[in-house]
Structure formats: C-alpha cells, structure tokens
C-alpha cells in the first residue's frame, strides 16, 4: 500500500471510530498578550506533566510565557525533531511525509523535518490488532485487519487537530551517567505519524513545530512506554526558576532534597490532590467544607503547564480581600478586561501577605508575594490569582494551581506511591538523583540554554533523564 493510500485508508478509520477515542486535550500556544494567558489557560483544562531529557524554552512569568519546545531525535539514523511539550496530553507525534498541510517552515529560528518511515531502518508500523491499539481504544477496533495500521486522533481545546496513524521507532535522548554529565541513548517507543493537520498545528501557523510530545500519566505516553519496558522508575521533578531563567526537570528517585509529600488522588486523569484549606496572612479562609473535595466532583489539579492559579470564585473573593487589606488606599484596575492590577513602586514581599494552601498529610505550599504577583509594566503589578471558570463533568468548580505558584519550588511527582510533593528551592541550583541500577547517585543541574530563535534567549528550562537501568532496545 502506498503512503496516500496508508492516508485515506487512515482517515476513514479515524472517522469511524472517533467517537471511541475520546481524546480531547488543550494544546499550549506562543501568549503575546496578558488576555492571550488567559486563553492558553483555558485550553489547558484537562492536563498535566512528565518528561524526556528535553530543553524547553519558556518561563512561568505571565509576561514573558512562550511555549516549551525541545529537541529528540528519532529514527536511525536519528534525525532532528523539534516538538512542543505538553505535560497534558500523552502521545508523542511528529508530522510525516506525507502531510500536505504540515508546516514546512517557522518562525521560531528552527529548521523542521518531516518523518518518513521509510527513511528509518528500525521504523515498524503499528498495526489495528496489536494490544497497543486495543488499549488506546477501551477494545477491538471495529472492521480491524491485521494490514490496517493503528489510528490516532487528537483534538485539543483550541479546535486544533491532529490525526494520523501509530509508528514504532527508536527515540535518542541523553541519559544521565555521572555527576552533571550526561550521554546519548535511545530506545524504542510507539508514537504518532501526523498525516493531517489543522487550526494551529497547519501550514499557517507562525510559531510551528514538528509535533508535540506528550507527557500524561496514559499508558501511552514516553515515560509510561520507558517505565513498561523496565528502563525507568515513574518518579520525575522539576524545578522552574522564572527569576534567573532555566530549571531542572529529572526522572528518578530525588535523594536531596528531602520533599515531603501529598496523596495523589486515585482514578484521576491529571494529578489531583486533597486541598483543605487556605491561609492568608494567618487567618484561615472561611469556606464552605466540601469546596476543594473531589469526591464531590470538585477538587485540586497541580499542573505545571498552566501559568496563573484559578480557585472557586467563593475562595477567589475572600483571598484577594484578604490579599488587598494590607493596601487598604490601594485602588484596583482592569488590564485586558480581566486581569486585577494596581500601582505599587515598593518591594512586594514586604507590602502583602504570605498565602499558604495546607493539603492532606500536613503538606503546605507556601506562596510569597512574589510568587502571586507579576510585573505589568513599571510601577503596575497584577494579581495572578483568577477566578475558576474550568469545570468538572459535574459543573463544580475546579482548583488549578499552575506555573505562577509552582515556580522556584522543587516539585516531585512520585507515581510509584502515587504521591506528590513539594519544597522552596534554588532553581539555579543542582539535584540529587538515585541510579537504581547502580545504587549510585547522581547530581543533576540546572541549565539555561539559548535557543536559536531570540524569542527564547534568557529564559530556557533544561529537562534531564534519569535511567534507572541500561537503554538496550
């Protein structure tokens, strides 16, 4: 079958069965505006984090958020790729030779390449009735012939879709292997051939990628396909420095520094946790006992891929009265029609309050001043606090906690015990990392490497991996 036949015969698969497939994810796009923020946001809701040895570009700043892009290589011999990162969503996919709408230049300062599966030596086409395919699908796809190659299907929140078939490939990324020193390895895993795009994701976007590189707790993710395969531990941390720029992203058991942690709650789709109360300047938030309990449908999503914070709009009242009582003269403004500014020329730190959000297990989150707040312009300083308007299915208002809080903190994601946690820490600084091969630890860094788009210069995150034993495919 040629490649335009692989493509229709695709399609029509995809349209038969998309009603299965149920896959609805918001995808992150460059904000060149505070309301632009806004709109990322709200595209993101049904997302959240992992990671693979990737240099993102981006910072968790509202005035200086551009979208996460690293570099991989795949196939052999490996060719470049750049894709978006997506802690959301799960699947890697790239855009194949095949597509006649897939971008074929950007604006970014990059160079993109599409996928040819004929040009890899250990490329393997996924087929409809392999258990990959039926786990993807809940079950047998309907009318599946062992020739018909496995569909995929993605449309995010912004009405962007993608849609393809499934390939098996090596992936080459750079492993850890001695203090803050790393090497390449690669190692097979099932990803998405893109052969029809549109929205953002076609030929008339100016910030286009190659793909898009999924980072979810699903099966099919990079890391869940790594973790399965015995190659990884499924415990990774990250560590966003928006005051310098870069950060720190490791997949491994974190030996220093000591994180305390929460329950994850069960049966979620993003990484949800048990928020009780909130504190501001030491008063606890008078409200309602089931408002963060996601038993009741509500609840608490820690998402690194959200930059500001959104709570119930009952807490979001009482924590920015609380908030502004300490400026009692201070008038607030709209920017972009939804975004509560202020003049303001002191230090920050020393002019509001300390909000601190206590979770179950006796674990804080405390968020400074500097943390809540972002810089306008000189003299104008926003509140990154917002008001939920993202639902569950059940119509309760959801709490999202996103990059604005989780910056300058080590965050550790420990799916192993199905916890998460959190502590204050240098971003510029370095990590302890357990080889659960070797027993050996290992120190990674923080890096800050400039991208060749100006967009990015300043404010990039390195993401490192960690293998737990030898990348032998």
């Known amino acids: 079958m040629d490649l335009r036949g692989l493509v229709i015969l695709v399609t029509i698969l995809v349209v038969e069965i998309h009603c299965v497939a149920n896959l609805v994810f918001p995808v992150q796009r460059r904000r060149t ?16 984090l992992s990671a693979v040895d990737l240099n993102l570009g981006g910072n968790g700043l509202p005035t200086e958020t551009g979208l996460y892009f690293t570099k991989l290589g795949l196939g052999s011999p490996p060719k470049d790729y750049y894709v978006q990162v997506d802690t959301g969503s799960d699947i890697l996919w790239v855009n194949c030779i095949e597509c006649s709408r897939c971008p074929r230049k950007s604006d970014l300062g990059i160079d993109l390449t599409l996928y040819d599966p004929k040009g890899s030596k250990t490329s393997e086409l996924v087929s409809c009735d392999q258990d990959f395919c039926s786990s993807e699908f809940d079950g047998p ?85 790594l973790a399965a395969s015995g190659k990884v531990k499924k415990i990774f941390s990250h560590c966003l420095d928006n005051i310098r720029g870069g950060g720190i992203f490791a997949i491994g058991e974190v030996v220093e520094p ?59 009242e009482q924590l920015i009265r609380k908030v502004m009582a300490r400026q009692p003269g201070r008038k607030l403004y709209l920017v972009d029609q939804q975004f509560s500014c202020f003049q303001y020329t002191g230090n920050v730190d020393h002019g509001f309050p300390v909000v601190k959000l206590h979770f179950e297990d006796s674990l804080s989150l405390t968020v400074h001043p500097h943390d ?102």
């Open 141 to 225: 796809i309907p009318g599946c012939k062992s020739e018909i190659p496995c569909p995929y299907s993605i449309t995010y929140g912004d009405g962007s879709a993608t849609s393809g078939y499934y390939v098996k490939d090596y992936l080459t990324f750079n492993s850890v292997n001695g203090n803050l020193h790393t090497v390449p390895q690669n190692s097979s895993v099932i990803f998405g051939c893109g052969a029809v795009q549109s929205g953002t994701l076609d030929s008339s976007s100016e910030e286009a990628l190659d793909g898009i590189i999924g980072f979810g707790q699903a099966n099919s993710s990079v890391l869940s396909q």
């Open 372 to 473: 809540y707040l972002f810089q306008f312009k000189d003299g104008i300083w926003c509140i990154g606090w917002q008001k939920s308007v993202a639902q569950t299915k059940n119509g309760k208002d959801m709490t999202l906690l996103g990059d604005l809080v989780l910056s300058n903190k080590l965050v550790v994601y420990d799916l192993e015990n199905m916890a998460i946690g959190w502590t204050d820490y240098n971003c510029s600084s370095s990590i302890k990392v357990k080889d659960e091969r070797t027993g050996t630890v290992q120190t990674v860094g923080a890096h800050n490497i400039s991208s060749a788009s100006t967009f990015f210069i300043g404010r990039i995150l390195t993401f490192f991996l960690l293998l737990t034993t030898m990348l032998n495919s």
């Open 258 to 316: 000591k994180v305390n942690t929460t329950p994850l709650v069960p049966k979620m789709a993003h990484y949800n946790v048990v928020l009780e109360n909130i504190e501001v300047d030491t008063d606890i938030l008078q409200l309602p006992s089931d408002i963060f309990d996601s038993r009741n449908g509500k609840g608490t999503v820690i998402d690194s891929g959200t930059t500001l914070a959104y709570l119930p709009e009952i807490a979001y």
């Open 33 to 48: 505006s505070l309301s632009a923020i806004k709109a990322h946001d709200a595209r993101r809701r049904g997302r959240l």
